[in-house]
C-alpha cells in the first residue's frame, strides 16, 4: 500500500518549480503535460472508487490531484480522527476541504452530543421510575408513569438491554401498585355502595313501617306486597352485608325492624286466614248472639293472630276484641305529635345544612339535602308545614340558580369527557380496562352534578355506548359463570330434597345431618356471584328445604339440651355429697354421659356446659380442701415427729436395754398414720436400729453366759446337763457327733475368725463338707447365730470326764467375742 500511494502522489512532488525547470534544462518533455495529468486523475479517481482504507481516503483528500477527487475523498472520510488530521493540513491550503471538513466534524460533535444528551435522559428516566416504583406519594400516580413511558419511547432505541430490562422492571412495579391501588379503589367503592345500600334497606324499612302505623284501621296492607317487601330487603342485607362489616348499631335496627315486621306480616296472614271466623264474630255481636263459647273463639283467634302493638289495629278486629274485653287500642297522639316535632326539627337542621351547601355552590350536596328536605317537609302536617313553606320555596330559587350556573361552569369540562369518551370508544383495549375507564368517566360526569343540556347528554351517553360495546361480548362470555352458580345452587336444592324426602329420622346419625346442613350452606354461599333475579326461586326452594331439614335437627338439639340439663342437675346435687369420693366418681362418670350426648345448639350448650363445669369444679375443689387440711395435719404431725425423732436419734445404740426401751416406747406412741412417707421411714429406720441395738445388747449377755460355760469345761467342772437351756440337748443332737477341735474350727469359720496353721486343712476339708451339704440338700442352713448355738450346746453337752483342750476353749470363746463385734 506504501509504494502504492508513492507512486500515486509522485507525479505532484516531482512538478514542483524548481524540479521542473531542471528537468527541463535536463532533457527534453517526452509528453505532453496535459496528458500527465490526466493519466494521474484517473488513477486517483480509480483508486477512490476502490474499496480504500480511512488512510488512504484521507491522503487523497490533502493530495488529490483536483478539487472534486479531494471533496470526493472528504465525503467518503468517517474517522473523525482522521477528519481532524485532514483540516488542520487543508488549512490555508483548500479552502473547500477546510470547509467539509469542519461541517463533518461538526456533525460529528453535535452526534456525539445527541447520544450524551440520551445516555443522560436514560440514566434520568430509569431513575425517576426507580423512584417512582417506591414512591408513596400516589398523587397523579398514573399520569406520572405515562409521562415516563411517553419520555422512554424517544430513548429507547438507544438504551443498552440491561438498561431496558432496569426500566421495564420498574416499570412492571408501578403496574403493579396501580393495579393494588385500583383494587383498593374499587374495594372502597364497593364497599361504599354495600353501606348505601345497607343505609336504603334501613331508611326503607323504617319508612314502611311508619307507613303502617299511620295506615287507616278500615284498610288492610296487601300480604303479598309486605311478603314480597320483606323478602326482597332480607336478600339485599344479605347482599350488601356480605364479606363487609357492619356496625353492631346497624345490625341490631335491621333485625329489629324486620322482626317487627315479620310481626306485623304474620298477624295480617293469620287475619287473611282467619277472616271467616272473624267475620262470624263480627255478625254475632251486631246480631247480639254471642254466647260464651264465641268469647273463647275471640279470645283464642287474638291469641293466634298476635296484633303487635304500635300498629293500627284492623276493624275486623274489633268485634273480636269486644268479645274479649279488650278495649280498642287507642290512637297514640302524644306519639304523633312527637313525631311531627322531631320531623320539624329534622328539617330545621336540613335546611340549615342545605344553606351552607349553596353557600359554597356544592351542587350535588345540595340537591341531596334538598330531596331530604322535601322528604320531611312532606311528613309534616298542614300546621308545621306553614312555617316552613316560604323558606323551601327560597332555597328551591336558590337551587335552581345555583344549577344554572354550574352549567355554565361545568360544560367546557362536560364536553371534554365526552371527547375523552367519543376517543375511548375507538380504541382498541381490554374489556376489563375499558369498563372500568368507562365508568370513571360516568363519575365524573355525575360528579359535575349531570347536565341539563340534553343535547350533551345524548353526546356522552351515545359515547359511552359506544364504548362500551365491545365489552358486551366479554361480559356475556362471563356471566356463564352466574349460571353455572345457578345450575350449582339448584344442584344443592335437588340433593337436599333428595336427602330430606329419603331419611330415616328415627336412626339418622343427627352429627351426620348437621355437617350436611353446614356443608350446604357453605356450597351455596360458595356459588357466587349469581344473577339475582334468576335466584329467588332457587332461594325460595333452598329456604324451605333448610326448614325442612332444621325442624328435626331442632328437636333432636332440644331433647339433647334436656338430658344435658339433667347432667347439670345431678351434677349440682353431688357438690354437697358424702363421701366425698363418691360424689367425684360419679362426676367423672357424668362427664362420660355428657360426652355420649348428641347435637345441642352452640349457644345452649355453652350455658349447659359452663353450669356443668361450675358444679364439677365445685366437688373436685372439696377434694382439694381436704387434701390441703390433710396436708396441713400431715406438716404438723410431721413437726412433732421430728422432734421425737431429735430425742431418739441422741440416744446411742450402747445405752442400757431400759434407755433404748424407752425411746422405743416414745417412737411407738407416734401415729404414723398422719406423718408423711420421709419421716414415717425415719420413724420405721430407728425402731429398727433402736429392735436391732436391743437384740445386740441380749445377744452380748447371752454370749457372755456362753463363753462361761464353755470355758468351764476346761478345768473338769462340766455344766451340770440340768443348768443348760432345754433346747440344746436337741441342738446338739441334732448337729451330730463332733470333736472340739472341729467344734472351734466351725465356729471360726461361722464368725470369720482365721484358725491356726495346722488347722487349716481340717477347715478346708470342713468347707468343702459344708459346701457339698449345701448343694446336696434343700433344706435352707441356719443362720450364723444358731449354727453357733448349736456347736455351743455340742460343746456342754460332752460328759464331765471329758475336759477340753484350753487353747481349743480360748479360740472357741473368741469366736463368740467376734460374733458380737460383727
Known amino acids: 500500500m506504501a509504494a ?13 518549480a524548481p524540479d521542473r525547470k531542471a528537468k527541463a534544462q535536463a532533457q527534453p518533455v517526452a509528453a505532453p503535460v496535459e496528458d500527465k495529468r490526466a493519466e494521474l486523475r484517473e488513477e486517483q479517481l480509480k483508486a477512490l472508487n476502490a474499496a480504500q482504507t480511512q488512510e488512504a481516503v484521507a491522503g487523497l483528500a490533502i493530495e488529490g490531484l483536483t478539487a472534486d477527487i479531494r471533496l470526493k475523498a472528504v465525503s467518503q472520510l468517517e474517522d473523525a480522527e482522521l477528519l481532524q488530521r485532514v483540516q488542520k493540513q487543508a488549512k490555508g491550503r483548500d479552502k473547500g476541504v477546510y470547509q467539509v471538513v469542519r461541517q463533518k466534524l461538526q456533525v460529528i ?11 443522560e435522559t436514560i440514566a434520568t428516566l430509569i431513575s425517576n421510575a426507580r423512584d417512582q ?16 413511558l411517553s419520555q422512554w419511547a424517544t ?12 426500566f421495564l422492571q420498574s416499570v412492571h412495579s408501578c403496574r403493579e401498585r396501580i393495579a393494588g391501588m385500583k383494587a383498593a379503589r374499587l374495594e372502597e367503592e364497593r364497599q361504599r355502595e354495600k353501606q348505601l345500600q345497607q343505609e336504603e334497606t334501613l331508611a326503607l324499612m323504617a319508612q314502611t313501617l311508619e307507613d303502617l302505623r299511620h295506615q287507616p284501621a278500615e284498610e288492610i296492607a296487601s300480604l303479598a306486597s309486605l311478603d314480597a317487601l320483606q323478602k326482597t330487603q332480607e336478600n339485599r342485607w344479605l347482599e350488601a352485608t356480605r364479606d363487609t362489616q357492619v356496625e353492631k348499631q346497624q345490625q341490631k335496627t335491621y ?17 287473611n286466614q282467619a277472616k271467616e271466623s272473624l267475620l262470624a264474630l263480627s255478625s254475632a255481636v251486631e246480631q247480639e248472639k254471642a254466647g260464651p263459647e264465641d268469647r273463647e273463639n275471640a279470645v283464642a283467634l287474638l291469641k293466634e293472630i298476635n296484633w303487635p302493638q304500635g300498629f293500627p289495629a284492623p276493624e275486623l278486629l274489633e268485634p273480636a276484641r269486644k268479645l274479649a274485653g279488650k278495649p280498642k287500642a287507642p290512637i297514640e297522639k302524644s306519639d304523633d305529635l312527637k313525631q311531627q316535632q322531631a320531623s320539624a326539627d329534622s328539617l330545621q337542621k336540613t335546611l340549615d345544612h342545605l344553606e351552607e351547601a349553596l353557600e359554597a355552590k356544592q351542587l350535588k350536596d345540595s340537591r341531596q339535602l334538598m330531596k331530604t328536605a322535601q322528604q320531611h317537609f312532606k311528613a309534616l302536617d298542614h300546621r308545621l308545614s306553614k312555617g316552613f313553606q316560604a323558606r323551601m320555596q327560597l332555597l328551591t330559587a336558590q337551587l335552581r340558580d345555583l344549577t344554572d350556573w354550574q352549567g355554565f361552569a361545568t360544560e367546557p369540562k362536560q364536553v371534554a369527557l365526552c371527547e375523552q369518551m367519543e376517543h375511548l370508544a375507538e380504541q382498541p383495549i381490554e374489556p376489563e380496562v375499558k369498563s372500568e375507564r368507562i365508568k370513571e368517566l360516568q363519575q365524573e360526569w355525575r360528579d359535575l352534578g349531570g347536565s341539563s343540556d340534553r343535547t350533551l347528554w345524548s353526546r356522552f351517553k351515545k359515547a359511552s355506548d359506544k364504548a362500551y360495546e365491545p365489552c358486551k361480548a366479554y361480559f356475556k362470555a362471563k356471566s356463564g359463570l352466574k349460571q353455572a352458580n345457578l345450575e350449582r345452587r339448584k344442584a344443592i336444592c335437588a340433593e337436599l330434597e333428595l336427602f330430606v324426602n329419603g331419611a330415616d329420622w328415627s336412626t339418622i346419625d343427627w352429627k351426620a345431618v348437621d355437617r350436611i346442613l353446614q356443608t350446604a350452606r357453605q356450597e351455596w354461599k360458595a356459588a357466587w356471584p349469581i344473577e339475582f333475579r334468576d335466584n329467588r326461586q332457587v332461594q325460595k326452594q333452598f329456604d324451605e328445604l333448610l326448614k325442612k331439614l332444621e325442624a328435626p335437627i331442632n328437636e333432636e338439639q332440644r331433647k339433647n339440651e334436656a338430658l344435658k340439663q339433667a347432667i347439670v342437675e345431678q351434677a349440682q346435687a353431688l357438690t354437697e355429697h358424702q363421701p366425698l369420693q363418691e360424689a367425684m366418681n360419679k362426676a367423672k362418670a357424668l362427664q ?23 358444679a364439677c369444679d365445685e366437688i373436685f375443689a372439696r377434694r382439694d380442701s381436704e387434701r390441703s387440711e390433710q396436708q396441713q395435719a400431715t406438716k404438723e404431725a410431721d413437726t412433732a415427729a421430728e422432734d421425737v425423732l431429735q430425742q431418739v436419734v441422741s440416744v446411742d445404740s450402747d445405752q442400757d436395754a431400759a434407755a433404748l426401751e424407752q425411746a422405743a416406747a416414745t417412737l411407738r406412741s407416734l401415729d404414723e398414720a398422719q406423718v408423711s412417707a420421709t419421716v414415717k421411714e425415719q420413724i420405721q429406720r430407728e425402731k429398727q436400729r433402736l429392735s436391732q441395738a436391743v437384740s445386740a445388747q441380749e445377744l452380748k449377755a447371752g454370749i457372755s453366759e456362753w463363753q462361761a460355760l464353755v470355758l468351764a469345761r476346761t478345768d473338769a467342772t462340766a455344766p451340770v446337763p440340768g443348768s443348760l437351756p432345754g433346747s440344746w440337748a436337741g441342738l446338739a443332737e441334732r448337729l451330730g457327733d463332733l470333736n472340739d477341735q472341729e467344734l472351734v474350727i466351725r465356729a471360726e469359720i461361722l464368725a470369720g475368725v482365721p484358725s491356726p496353721e495346722e488347722d487349716q486343712q481340717k477347715r478346708m476339708e470342713i468347707q468343702v463338707q459344708r459346701l457339698a451339704q449345701g448343694i446336696g440338700s434343700g433344706e435352707k442352713t441356719d443362720n450364723a447365730l ?3 448355738e448349736a456347736l455351743v450346746a455340742s460343746w456342754c453337752s460332752q460328759p464331765a470326764d471329758h475336759p477340753a483342750d484350753p487353747s481349743l476353749a480360748s479360740r472357741l470363746s473368741h469366736a463368740l467375742d467376734k460374733l458380737i463385734t460383727n
Open 133 to 148: 416504583a417506591k414512591s408513596e406519594d400516589t398523587k397523579l400516580y398514573s399520569a406520572r408513569l405515562d409521562t415516563l
Open 786 to 788: 444358731q449354727s453357733v
Open 592 to 614: 362420660s354421659d355428657w360426652k355420649a350426648v348428641g347435637i345441642t345448639r352452640h349457644r345452649e350448650d355453652r350455658k349447659l356446659w359452663q353450669a356443668f363445669r361450675k
Open 255 to 271: 333485625e329489629t325492624s324486620m322482626m317487627a315486621l315479620r310481626n306485623y306480616i304474620a298477624a295480617i296472614r293469620h287475619i
Open 4 to 16: 502504492f500511494l508513492q507512486k500515486l502522489f509522485k507525479s505532484r512532488k516531482s512538478t514542483s
Open 155 to 166: 430513548v429507547e432505541p438507544g438504551a443498552t438491554p440491561d438498561q431496558l430490562s432496569e
Open 109 to 119: 460533535r453535535d452526534e456525539q452530543a445527541r447520544q450524551e444528551a440520551v445516555s
